[in-house]
């Protein structure tokens, strides 16, 4: 089923145009619809009130959000998440379409570093394959070009752009929050500012982790934070069991989706995944990823601290390794493992796992 909706704000008139894809079943019952939380950057500012079309049957009901959550209304018929993908911008016009795809048969292939993985293009920060040459715990190489990660797109040339197209990119995840992806709460901007929104040829979603800061002064904030994005609350000392009940805690539910785009997307493409700078929610995504592929944690660590080195802070460059040793460390005391994780706080089932880790561990 495919659902089409939009999203007004009424404080300054900012419409989009989305694809509700994915309707849950009744083992996803009391879930939310995740992605509409991000896009309204849990502030509760916005308003969310439309018909649902369903493109074979009409119209099947309504979605409203409010501060307090989201409600799903009308004759939805299934009380299950809600997987969003922005349409936003998207370019339809033929000619268009033909000259972006002259570029790309024009373009080189980009320059990969032997030794790193990292991807030489100048438009855009931090961007390299995930996992290169690396290998699980039973000493096979995963696949390492499965995905790319990075800093944000918002500033690829056309050049650029088309040369990730021409490397096989057909899915982009967006981990930014709504307001940094087009400044809708804040900078008045009406038009999103990542490349890739734009382009026929990619399917781009905007599924947020919610990591409020960057700026980290020690160990214990940087791993709180981190903590709080997937579901724990350090204060309470709990994971919290209502998942995606609060829009303070919907970590979790964006990570169900996540994993969800991940083993849905084209078999046959790359998927890149990015939030600003490439380091901390593309770091948190990068580490479950590497983790379910069976990567040790040491090198997840490692690999963590490498990739945060090319655009951190000089304070929090001094104790990210640990950071994220304790942090997969204490998942797998909580849970049982990184994969008990996702499959039993975030409601990620058997099947979507076996996709996911596949995709970069065949063997496994």
Not at 21 to 27: F, I
Not at 71 to 81: K, M, S
Not at 284 to 302: R, T
Request: glycine letters at 10%.
């Amino acid at each position: 089923m495919t659902c089409k909706f939009s999203i007004l704000n009424i404080s300054n008139d900012f419409k989009e145009e989305f694809v509700v894809c994915g309707l849950g079943n009744s083992k996803n019952k009391g879930k939310v619809a995740v992605a509409l939380l991000s896009a309204l950057s849990c502030s509760g500012n916005g308003t969310l009130a439309t018909s649902v079309p369903n493109k074979d049957s009409g119209i099947v009901g309504n979605v409203l959000t409010t501060s307090l959550g989201v409600g799903l209304g009308g004759g939805l018929g299934v009380a299950g998440t809600l997987l969003i993908q922005k349409l936003l911008c998207k370019n339809s016009s033929g000619k268009d379409n033909l000259e972006n795809k002259d570029l790309v048969n024009k373009v080189a292939l980009p320059e990969v570093d032997k030794e790193t993985g990292v991807i030489k293009l100048n438009s855009v920060k931090n961007i390299r394959y995930l996992g290169w040459k690396m290998k699980d715990k039973n000493g096979n190489l995963i696949n390492d070009k499965a995905f790319i990660r990075s800093g944000n797109t918002n500033n690829l040339t056309p050049e650029d752009l088309a040369a990730l197209k021409k490397l096989g990119v057909k899915t982009v995840i967006d981990l930014r929050m709504n307001d940094e992806i087009c400044g809708f709460l804040s900078a008045k901007r009406k038009t999103p500012m990542d490349k890739f929104c734009n382009d026929p040829d990619v399917t781009y979603y905007g599924l947020g982790i919610p990591v409020t800061t960057s700026s980290f002064k020690n160990f214990n904030e940087m791993y709180c934070e981190y903590c709080a994005a997937l579901g724990y609350d350090t204060q309470a000392n709990s994971w919290n069991k209502q998942i995606g009940s609060s829009p303070m805690y919907f970590g979790p539910n964006q990570i169900w989706a996540i994993f969800d785009v991940i083993a849905n997307a084209p078999e046959d493409g790359k998927i890149l995944f990015h939030c600003s700078h490439g380091k901390d929610r593309t770091g948190i995504l990068s580490a479950l990823l590497l983790s379910i592929a069976g990567i040790d944690v040491n090198i997840v660590a490692k690999n963590f601290v490498d990739c945060y080195n090319q655009n951190g802070n000089n304070v929090a460059k001094d104790f990210t390794g640990v950071v994220m040793t304790q942090f997969i460390s204490d998942l797998a005391n909580t849970w049982g493992g990184v994969e008990s994780y996702l499959t039993k706080c975030c409601g990620i089932s058997p099947e979507t796992m076996k996709k996911v880790r596949q995709r970069l561990n065949p063997k496994m």
